[in-house]
């Protein structure tokens, strides 16, 4: 069982910064590939950035590439997500998810077993 917690969203000026922290518990972090996705009010939750085990693999959404990146702490059981250059269309409730099947299959079909509860990022224009 793994508990995931996000952390670190807010109320930001359009071209500003966030940077989500996601706390998992649990001593098997590091077996879970790692996932931040988003929901805007009205939409589909869409996935916006995963990384691998190791950190080694990442991918990106191509509305936030270049602006947001994802990166990992197997030591300290943490997931971040550095957004910067925020755009008002980047508003949405974020959530870190966990999966153990392949990335891709996290990609493509948001094979995630655990998810968190969410944090709200709010872009103002």
């Known amino acids: 069982q793994v508990q995931l917690g996000e952390s670190g969203g807010g109320l930001v000026q359009a071209g500003g910064s966030l940077r989500l922290s996601c706390a998992a518990s649990?001593?098997?972090?590091?077996?879970?590939?790692m996932a931040w996705f988003r929901q805007a009010p009205g939409k589909e939750r869409e996935i916006v950035a995963a990384?691998?085990?190791?950190?080694?693999?990442?991918y990106y959404a191509a509305s936030v590439k270049g602006r947001f990146k994802i990166s990992r702490d197997n030591a300290k059981n943490t997931v971040h997500l550095q957004m910067n250059s925020l755009k008002p269309e980047d508003t949405a409730d974020y959530y870190c998810?966990?999966?153990?099947?392949?990335?891709?299959?996290?990609?493509?079909?948001?094979?995630?077993?655990?998810w968190g509860q969410g944090t709200q990022v709010t872009v103002s224009s």
């Open positions: 990384i691998s085990l190791s950190g080694g693999v990442t």
């Open positions: 649990g001593r098997t972090f590091s077996s879970f590939h």
């Open positions: 998810a966990a999966g153990r099947a392949s990335l891709s299959s996290i990609w493509y079909r948001y094979e995630c077993d655990y």
